[in-house]
C-alpha cells in the first residue's frame, strides 16, 4: 500500500467545495480545507505508486477550482 499526501492550491474561495468533493473519491482517506501557501492537503493511499499517480491525474486534478496540486509519497525510512 502506498500513501501520499496531496498539497492543493484552489481558485480563491474554493477550498472548502474542493475538499468536499475529493473526500468523496476512493482512496482518499481525509481532505482538509487549511490556511497558508496550500489551501487543501489530502492524504490518500492506493495498491501502487502508479494507481496513486493515476488517481491524482485522472480524478483528483480534474477537480473544478483547482489550480496546482504536490504529491508527496509517505516514506518509511
Do not use: F, N
Not at 30 to 58: F, H, K, N, S
Amino acid at each position: 500500500m502506498v500513501q501520499a499526501y496531496i498539497l492543493i492550491q484552489t481558485e480563491v474561495g474554493k477550498a472548502s467545495a474542493v475538499a468536499e468533493v475529493i473526500a468523496r473519491i476512493h482512496g482518499v482517506l481525509q481532505a482538509e480545507d487549511v490556511t497558508g501557501p496550500y489551501d487543501v492537503i489530502v492524504r490518500a493511499e492506493a495498491d501502487t505508486v502508479d494507481e496513486l499517480g493515476r488517481m491524482v491525474v485522472a480524478k483528483v486534478q480534474q477537480v473544478e477550482g483547482i489550480t496546482r496540486t504536490l504529491t508527496c509519497p509517505v516514506v518509511h525510512i
